[in-house]
């Protein structure tokens, strides 16, 4: 009977596990997920004070009310009371009209965007500055604080269907019809990007979205292996999250990858970018981005074999995932030995609008 219990575990678990999803990233107002995220980017910067606490004041300043609240504390919690209440076409317009002010407040309070510094929470009360995963982030705690169901998704495909390298974020509202991006890279409340990565039958996939209006309903896989209902997909998890504020570190380290503040890498700063990188992988393993961007680190301070291996790791991660962006191809190329790396096209690819 013992070997039996052993055998079947030991057949069982690893289906088990990989269809186990990862729960999407509660980061609503005032929790501990989004507490702690700002605390540490207020860590880093050396910066006194609370990140609720600017953004508190910031919603006194900017004169946009939600539900006649005097505090933001207060106006969310009436709105979460209405939500509460609310149900089916009631509550869907009771969680656009939420998404709409949150796109107009964060817009309002921050009103300058910056890749270069916007994904630091210690930006916004330093700069008055905000990059997409940053106000995503907002966004997505304030519409959870508001008792809606919302997350994040990352972007490779763009509203005008212009293909990136993962590159940009967006927060997702979930209705009853089915899910609703809010970005405030944009100048309206809802936008269409035109492709997604997100949890979806057991891991984590790029589809493209099938919309109705403004509305997400179903995501048909990359792969050509079906479509789920927009109930089915996952949005990222706190791990994820975690993972792409280090990536976008890595990126953005003075002298690092894209040679930041210096116009060119130096080995300081790569060494720096590599070790934000690992971070990245160690918090979330499935991140393709982080993967394909450390190989292109290892390149750069001169590492060929390191980087080819490491660029294999990131194409299976892609693969698995079910789609391969040009850049990445080109860069799989080169470790197979089949191409020839052009380094300028590739980190070209970075900049893509975040």
């Given at each position: 009977m013992r070997t039996l219990t052993l055998l079947l575990t030991l057949t069982l678990a690893p289906g088990t596990l990989a269809a186990a999803a990862p729960a999407?990233?509660?980061?609503?107002?005032?929790?501990?997920a989004f507490s702690a995220l700002a605390a540490d980017s207020y860590r880093r910067a050396t910066l006194d004070g609370t990140f609720s606490?600017?953004?508190?004041?910031?919603?006194?300043?900017?004169?946009?009310?939600?539900?006649?609240?005097?505090?933001l504390s207060a106006a969310l919690d009436a709105r979460r009371a209405q939500v509460q209440a609310a149900s089916g076409a009631e509550r869907d317009k009771l969680a656009l009209d939420t998404a709409a002010w949150a796109h107009a407040f964060v817009k309002a309070a921050v009103p300058r965007f910056s890749l270069e510094r916007g994904y630091e929470f210690a930006s916004i009360p330093k700069y008055g500055e905000r990059q997409c995963l940053l106000q995503s982030t907002i966004i997505a705690a304030l519409l959870q604080r508001a008792g809606l169901n919302a997350g994040l998704v990352m972007v490779w495909k763009s509203l005008s269907g212009q293909e990136s390298n993962l590159g940009h974020v967006t927060s997702v509202v979930r209705l009853s019809t089915g899910d609703v991006q809010v970005d405030a890279s944009e100048p309206t409340p809802t936008a269409k990007h035109q492709g997604l990565l997100a949890w979806v039958d057991g891991?984590?996939?790029?589809?493209t979205p099938t919309f109705d209006g403004d509305v997400m309903t179903t995501y048909v896989r990359t792969d050509g292996r079906g479509s789920v209902p927009a109930a089915k997909l996952g949005f990222l998890s706190l791990a994820y999250i975690r993972s792409q504020y280090d990536y976008y570190r890595a990126e953005r380290t003075v002298g690092g990858v894209l040679g930041t503040g210096s116009g060119r890498s130096t080995p300081d700063g790569l060494k720096t970018s590599e070790a934000l990188l690992r971070q990245s992988l160690q918090e979330e393993p499935g991140n393709p981005l982080a993967a394909s961007v450390l190989g292109t680190v290892l390149r750069k301070q001169g590492r060929d074999d390191d980087a080819r291996a490491q660029y294999r790791k990131a194409a299976a991660l892609y693969t698995a995932a079910g789609h391969m962006p040009a850049g990445m191809?080109?860069?799989?190329?080169?470790?197979?030995?089949?191409?020839?790396?052009?380094?300028?096209?590739?980190?070209?690819?970075?900049?893509?609008?975040?």
């Open positions: 999407p990233a509660d980061v609503h107002l005032g929790g501990p606490a600017w953004l508190s004041a910031a919603y006194t300043r900017t004169g946009k009310p939600l539900a006649g609240g005097q505090t891991g984590w996939r790029f589809v191809t080109a860069n799989l190329a080169w470790a197979n030995g089949t191409g020839h790396l052009h380094l300028p096209s590739v980190l070209a690819t970075l900049f893509a609008r975040r």
